[in-house]
Nanobody, 129 residues
Framework: QVQLVESGGGLVQAGGSLRLSCAAS????????MGWFRQAPGKEREFVAA???????????HYADSAKGRFTISRDNAKNTMYLQMNNLKPEDTAVYSC???????????????????WGQGTQVTVSS
C-alpha cells in the first residue's frame, strides 16, 4: 500500500556530506512516523533518526547518539519525501541506509525496527578515510 524508495547514497571522503532521500508513494497518511536505519556488513541494523508528525503539531525528531550534531532528518509533505542530511561523515557511517514508515504518530519506541510497517530497499553510503 506504501512504497518507499531511497536515493542519494554514494562514495564520499571523510568529512564530506550527503543528503539521502526517501520518496513515498501509494497511500498517504495525515499522521505518520518515518525513520532511517543503517546496516553495515556483519553488524545488526542500527537506528539512525526518526521523524513523527500529526495534524496541528510540529515535527518531532529523534536521533541516535551517533547521529546527533551531524545528521538532520526532515520531511517535505508536499513531495512525500523524507530526507537525511549527513554532515561530517566518518568511515564508521559506511552502511546501507534504509528508510521505514508507519501510518501512525505514536510508536512505542522509534528505534525499534518492528514498529515500522513499510521499508525501502536501501541506498549504499561509503565513506573513505
Amino acid at each position: 500500500q506504501v512504497q518507499l524508495v531511497e536515493s542519494g547514497g554514494g562514495l564520499v571522503q571523510a568529512g564530506g556530506s550527503l543528503r539521502l532521500s526517501c520518496a513515498a508513494s501509494g497511500r498517504t497518511f495525515s499522521s505518520y512516523a518515518m525513520g532511517w536505519f543503517r546496516q553495515a556488513p556483519g553488524k545488526e541494523r542500527e537506528f539512525v533518526a526518526a521523524i513523527r508528525w500529526k495534524p496541528d503539531t510540529p515535527y518531532f525528531t529523534h536521533y541516535a547518539d551517533s547521529a546527533k550534531g551531524r545528521f538532520t532528518i526532515s520531511r517535505d509533505n508536499a513531495k512525500n519525501t523524507m530526507y537525511l542530511q549527513m554532515n561530517n561523515l566518518k568511515p564508521e557511517d559506511t552502511a546501507v541506509y534504509s528508510c521505514a514508515a508507519r501510518g501512525d504518530f505514536a510508536l512505542a519506541a522509534v528505534q525499534r525496527t518492528g514498529e515500522y510497517d513499510y521499508w525501502g530497499q536501501g541506498t549504499q553510503v561509503t565513506v573513505s578515510s
